[in-house]
Structure formats: C-alpha cells, structure tokens
C-alpha cells in the first residue's frame, strides 16, 4: 500500500481557487504577470514607458604616470682661456733721490710681447722700500688675465750737489761745490769732477774725491796741466758705495771756465 504523504507536491504554492494550478494574480492587476512586458497577455499597456536618456560620451581619462618636463639642452662650460705668465716681462722701476725719508716707487712700467700692462689690472706691485741709498727688490705679480711673478729693482740714489764757483789758473782751474747737508752727508762717499773741452761733456775726463779726504771735507779740487787759454766746461756729482756696488747721483749743471796762458 502506498504512504498517502508520497503523492503530495514538493511545493505546491498556493493556489488561486478561480482557477486551479494557476500562480496568484497582482490582486491590484488582475491578469498581469511580473515581466511586465506590454507585448505578453495581460500587460498594462496603459502603464507609460521611462524613455532612455541619451548617453554622454566617457572622457578620455588622463594617465595617471608621472608627467615628463621637457628637458632643456645642456650648454657646455665655456672654457676659460689660459693665464699668459709674466715670468719673461720687461720691468722698469724708476729709480729716486735719498731725502731722509722713506721711499717707495712710484714709477713702473711692464711690458710683455711688446704690450705695456696696466697697472691694477693687469699686475700688482710690492715692495718694502727704505730710506738710506741703496737698492730694494720689486714684486710684480700677475692679475686678471696674466699669472706668475717678475723682481725688478728700485733704486735710492745719493743726494746730488752743484758747482758753486770755478776759478780759472794757469793751464787749469780750481772747482768749488755745494757742501751736502748733514744727513746727506752720512750716504756720501765722496764726489766726482768731470771736465771737457766740449759743451756735450764728449771726450770728459773724471777725478773722483773721497768726501773723508782733505779735498773732500773742504770741497775744493784744483785741476792742472791744461791747454792754456780753453775753455773748459766742467761738472760734479756724489757717489755712495754700498758693498760692492756703487751708486750716483746726477750730474750737475754745467759751468765753464777758461784758462790762462
């Protein structure tokens, strides 16, 4: 015999009781199905449609990487031109008179390849300077365009003196000069006269005179055996020995004299 609860349906549902076996109608719409299709039976064809909205296009998205800047074009480095060396300059230092005082130069002239540099720009100088008669070394060093290092010279000359009186002798004369001044007198060695025929001074003799000699320390020369009835012209100067070298002051304005018979 068969179990009675073997022949009902697994899910029967519920059942309208109109019509048997049908699923339960939309009580609010009878005859309707869930599509909600108007072209199926029983739709609400009353029922108006949503219409489609136009699509807007999609905007292209950015990227989303790192952005690149252009690069700009590397200029190389200029190259800076070299530095002429002074090493073979020509220097020139104007030389001073002592004074008691003391002294730098101030006169400077460098040349290089023929072109003369200027200074400040183109070299610096140093130097210690001093007072007493002698010579002082001179640093030329290179500037801006030009490089290295040139010594030069700067001189300090002894004071110079004059002819105060000539007095004319028998084939010759006797020459007179101004006495230095004391401090002048301490960078004196002594003097030189100097006589000629000629204006020039071409063809001069000299006599050089110690200042600590008696001649010196009266500064009187007599100069003899002459040309009797000539005209001499005639010059002094001072000289400082310093080691082995010796230095002079310019000569003196010249003076002239005749002799006799």
Do not use: H
């Amino acid at each position: 015999p068969t179990d009675p609860d073997d022949t009902k349906p697994d899910n029967p549902g519920p059942t309208n009781p109109d019509k048997p076996g049908s699923t339960d109608p939309d009580p609010e719409n009878p005859g309707s199905t869930e599509s909600g299709n108007p072209d199926e039976p029983g739709a609400d064809i009353n029922k108006p449609t949503t219409p489609q909205q136009p699509t807007t296009p999609a905007t292209p998205s950015k990227p989303t990487g790192p952005t690149s800047t252009p690069t700009k074009p590397v200029t190389p480095p200029t190259a800076t031109p070299a530095r002429a060396s002074i090493a073979s300059a020509q220097v020139i230092v104007g030389a001073k008179t002592y004074t008691g005082k003391k002294l730098l130069p101030s006169s400077v002239t460098v040349k290089l390849n023929g072109k003369t540099l200027r200074k400040g720009i183109d070299y610096t100088v140093s130097c210690k300077g001093g007072k007493a008669v002698g010579s002082y070394q001179v640093t030329v060093t290179g500037k801006g365009s030009y490089a290295g290092t040139k010594t030069a010279t700067f001189t300090i000359n002894p004071k110079g003196t004059s002819v105060s009186k000539l007095t004319k002798a028998k084939r010759g004369f006797t020459v007179k000069w101004k006495k230095p001044s004391k401090s002048a007198l301490k960078q004196t060695t002594g003097y030189q006269v100097r006589y000629s025929l000629r204006k020039s001074m071409q063809g001069a003799k000299t006599k050089t005179v110690k200042a600590t000699s008696s001649t010196g320390k009266k500064c009187t020369l007599k100069v003899s055996k002459l040309k009797g009835g000539k005209k001499y012209y005639v010059q002094v100067r001072t000289y400082k020995k310093v080691g082995k070298k010796t230095y002079y002051s310019g000569w003196s304005k010249t003076k002239a004299v005749k002799t006799k018979k």
